[in-house]
């Protein structure tokens, strides 16, 4: 037997991991572990202080074992008992995130649901973005169905899968599932083998200056353009970035200014939010318009040395953009729309900051 405290007992996880057993107290108190289950170093430590922590008795299963192994995780012993879910020294400073309990056990399933073979070192390498297709998975299933009206919403078992496999699994993944659905017609389908690549939610943000009439526009290299053929892998972009585990697309974007170009952002317009590819990507895209002061000067090169990120900042006018849109030299399909968006509102967008009454007001940095 062993002892689980912390995140690891708590019920979401716990019950991803299939573990139950018996509630027992453990001497001491929990400190830190604000990320437990989401990073290798976000578990607790259990001091000798004065008074207990309740945990669970449970049985020892190669799932907790594939599990600790991933997570970084070593029974330590406290009264007699091994206990697991802490850390032997100091806890690191983690700040806490939204929703731990249910990112936790979403990245629980992944690590269970990868393949048998897969090395316990690659999917510690790929937590963070385990923590971004959980969080991504968590938005979706809270989403109000799109297509009221036109489109019926269909019963849980509309469609049902019989296999699932993980044919790749690098930073993204690739899953494949032998499913039938429904028909429009009724019945269902003949068995389909169907693959789509886990690349997680992502904000994209346009910045534009309602008072110069002016807009931010970033340019890097990207590899799909490469491996097309594309003379000019080098795209004119918004401003964007994968939603971590935990955040809010508002505050990834806003972190993703300050990444990409340096910039405040003052206040945002949420556009459309939409998948840019279901066929083939589950990738789902949260577009803004970000107000922001454009002066000369304000454009650099920037980007995350730890992410190999070369980013540079083209300012132009509004009008500019929009004849690139039109001359089709916009090839990044975000930016087009977002362009084009913001061109057929923009003068209602101008009167409301103007007049203070509409967009999301933040702080610099965070939501």
Known sequence: MIVIVGALAQPRLSEALCLVGTPVRVPGTLVGGERAGIVRDGWPMLTSDAGSVPGLAVRRTPQLDRYAAVMGLVAQGV??????????????????????????AEIALQILQAPAETDAALLAWRLPMMGIWAGSRLRARAMTPSGQGVVPLRPADALRTQQRSQPFLGFFGVE????????HQGG???????????????????????VRDRVLVI???????????DPQPWLLEPIAGRVDAGETPEAAILREAQEDAGLGVTRLF????????????CEFLYHYVGIADLPDGCAGIHGLDSEAEDIRGHLMDRAKLSALVDAGQIANGPLATLSLWLDARVDRLRAQVQGGRAGLPLQPGGV
Not at 85 to 104: E, K
């Open 79 to 104: 009264a007699g008992m091994q206990v697991l879910g802490i850390v032997p020294g100091p806890a690191a400073d983690h700040a806490p995130v939204v929703d731990q309990d249910a990112i936790a």
């Open 219 to 229: 340019e890097q290299f990207r590899m799909a353009p490469a491996l097309r053929g």
């Open 188 to 210: 269902q389908t003949a068995p389909l083998t169907r693959e789509a690549f886990l690349s997680g939610d992502a904000a994209v943000m346009l910045p534009w200056d309602p």
């Open 270 to 281: 949420p556009a459309f939010h939409a998948y840019p590819s279901p066929g083939a990507l």
């Open 176 to 183: 494949r599932q032998v499913l039938t659905h429904a028909l």
